[in-house]
């Protein structure tokens, strides 16, 4: 009865259980679209509908409620010719669903449903259990984000964090700012680097999500118990939209869309009042149409000369009485701050942003090197954090470096005292898409990392890892995606080796 991610506990039972087409299903009302796709998934497997029935004596296949049971856990028990699934929401019921997908094999053809009777009581180690896209560089349009979000789902991941703005390139529809999508969503060449050399090519890019794509993705993904955290980085990485309004910058020049992967030295004024408003108007828009309850404003990696050199942003630290020019940057986030919980939303921004007068309902993000103390001091304030310590989760680099067995091993905790273990929301990884084009790229990046990280974020991370990983490689050659081969078959030798000591 092997899971990935590892389930907090299972053990086997004595005996085995076997249904076909005459089996039935009993369910507990909320949870029928769970035992609907469970059905549809018996069917695509072993070609035969299962059955619904009133009488739970009747059925071989019983959905039920226990509130007692935490939020997305569940528990599954097979014995005496009965699978009994138990669950207190319709999110632990969806996970216990992937779960027994894995269990009964569901992703292959076969003449039966078959396994051997066991128990799992499982729930999540985090509540933010995350995957950051980056389709700012490169653009991935809907029908790969979904097929992200289905991915996700099925390893137990529940966020998928969309950076959509960035120096090259603005992605989404915002009605009040149509130059956003006209001038800010196209740029007329990207940087190319052949043999350590780099040039501009003259190649366009160019895409956005449309407000009906946006809303589509978000049902999509509740229906699979996944968030979309929208992300508008700012005040630095906002070339793209600059480019389109750059009456906003503190210069007044900006020329285009960047082409070079660099950041540039343009960012938002903070002196200007109209910029707070045209932040203000956007995010607006955002929050109507992302229901998450966070709001990532990015905050990393913000080069300060414009505002070292600009009047009106020096008009506003001495009206503000800063000193320091990183806390003009803490103010502006401030400012975006009070007006998202005036909407309910909390905010998220990088490690990087976060200085002495941050404001502790801010969430930060752990991505520069996950330094023990600065975990620690962040958490001691009261502060919630979510660890993406970049060397570790950025799945852009090489597997040599955000290596599969690093991921298994990240530690979300290092340096944490437990009186404060409360403040580690979750973990989240990210794909940059500089140098990743296509679907075929971004799916080689992503796989088999994406399942390390939901054993990490969901699971207890046991050591048949590799083993658990089988019936999921054979799902990705199912539907041809393009998964690391080549790292998957350096690790089947000690995939065998680790087999002598697999327990459930
Ligand atoms: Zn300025």
């Known amino acids: 009865m092997r899971i990935l991610p590892s389930p907090q506990k299972s053990e086997n039972i004595s005996g085995s259980f076997c249904i076909d087409g005459n089996a039935m299903i009993f369910c507990d009302g909320e949870f029928v679209p769970q035992a609907e796709r469970f059905a549809d998934l018996v069917y695509e497997s072993c070609g035969f509908f299962l059955h619904f029935t009133d009488v739970i004596e009747n059925a071989q296949i019983i959905f039920s409620k226990d509130k007692a049971l935490p939020d997305e856990g569940y528990v599954i028990m097979i014995n005496r010719g009965v699978a009994t699934v138990t669950s207190s929401t319709t999110s632990g019921c969806f996970y216990a669903v992937e779960s027994l997908r894995q269990i009964f094999n569901l992703d292959v053809k076969q003449q039966r449903v078959l396994c051997a009777d066991g128990y799992v009581e499982d729930s999540p180690r985090f509540a933010y259990r995350g995957f950051m ?16 979000v289905d ?3 099925q390893v137990k991941l529940n966020v998928l964090h969309l950076h959509l703005t960035d120096d090259q390139g603005f992605r989404l529809q915002i009605d009040k700012y149509p130059l956003l999508t006209e001038i800010a969503s196209k740029r007329e060449g990207s940087e190319v680097t052949v043999n350590g050399e780099s040039y501009i090519d003259d190649v366009p890019h160019g895409g956005y999500l449309t407000k009906e794509q946006v809303r589509q993705l978000v049902e999509f993904a509740a229906m699979r118990n996944v968030t979309i955290v929208p992300e508008i980085d700012l005040p630095g990485h906002f070339v793209a939209a600059l480019a389109a309004y750059p009456e906003l910058s503190c210069t007044g020049n900006v020329a285009e869309v960047r082409k070079k992967w660099s950041a540039s030295k343009d960012i938002l004024c903070a002196g200007n009042d109209n910029v707070y408003q045209f932040v203000c108007d956007v995010l607006d828009e955002v929050c109507e149409l992302f229901p998450s309850p966070y709001v990532h404003l990015g905050g990393e990696d913000v080069p300060k000369d414009r505002w070292c050199n600009c009047k009106l942003c020096r008009e506003r630290m001495s009206q503000l009485k800063i000193d320091s020019i990183d806390e003009l940057q803490t103010y502006m986030i401030e400012t975006f701050r009070k007006h998202l919980e005036s909407k309910g ?7 990087d942003g976060v200085t002495k007068n941050t404001d502790t309902r801010i969430v930060s993000q752990l991505w520069t090197t996950v330094k023990h103390h600065r975990a620690a001091r962040q958490t001691r304030i009261g502060r919630k954090i979510i660890i993406s310590p970049r060397r570790k989760v950025n799945f852009n680099q090489s597997y040599r470096v955000a290596s599969v067995k690093r991921i298994l091993r990240l530690n979300p905790y290092h340096g944490v005292r437990n009186s404060d273990k409360d403040n580690v929301l979750g973990v989240e990884g990210a794909i940059w898409t500089q140098h990743v084009e296509t679907k075929d790229q971004l799916f080689f990046q992503l796989l088999p990392r994406l399942d390390a990280l939901a054993e990490c974020a969901w699971g207890k991370r046991r050591k048949d890892f590799f083993l658990r990983l089988q019936k999921r490689l054979a799902y990705y050659d199912k539907l041809g995606l393009n998964y690391n081969r080549k790292f998957v078959r350096k690790q089947s030798g000690k995939a065998d080796d680790a087999q002598q000591g697999d327990t459930l």
């Open 345 to 351: 939303k909390t905010v998220i921004i990088r490690n």
């Open 133 to 148: 896209l980056d389709i700012s560089r490169h653009y991935f349009d809907l029908d790969v984000l979904k097929q992200l």
């Open 151 to 153: 991915l996700m789902s």
